[in-house]
């Protein structure tokens, strides 16, 4: 069963980081751009950031310059380093496999369950 695996996350102050890491599972996979999306009670879920196999990055406007994404494609394994959070940082942040390819077979879009960031005083 392919799948994305997420740790990290949990609480921190205004000001402080947090580093989310995530990891594709299963065989023969080949994942062109992998990124994170997040999502607060209410809202819609959005594009935080994401990372080609080439290591372009792409930012929201809201986390340029405060986030960095980087990848690992031998273990297809991306990071999230979130620096000078804010409280409208706080949402439930879901890894995301925009295309899947299983042994050059096209999977779809794959997501992780989430993991949430609290950050508040």
């Known amino acids: 069963q392919v799948q994305l695996v997420e740790s990290g996350g949990g609480s921190a102050q205004p000001g402080g980081s947090q580093r989310l890491s995530c990891s594709a599972s299963g065989n023969y996979l080949s994942i062109p751009i992998m990124g994170w999306y997040r999502q607060a009670p209410g809202k819609q879920r959005e594009l935080v950031a994401t990372?080609?196999?080439?290591?372009?990055?792409r930012y929201s406007d809201a986390v340029k310059g405060r986030f960095t994404i980087s990848g690992d494609n031998t273990r297809l394994t991306v990071h999230l380093e979130m620096n000078n959070l804010k409280p409208e940082d706080t949402a439930v942040y879901y890894c995301?496999?925009?295309?899947?390819?299983?042994?050059?077979?096209?999977?779809?879009?794959?997501w992780g369950r989430g993991t949430q960031v609290t950050v508040s005083s």
């Open positions: 990372i080609t196999s080439d290591g372009v990055t």
């Open positions: 995301n496999a925009h295309e899947v390819w299983i042994a050059g077979t096209f999977g779809g879009e794959l």
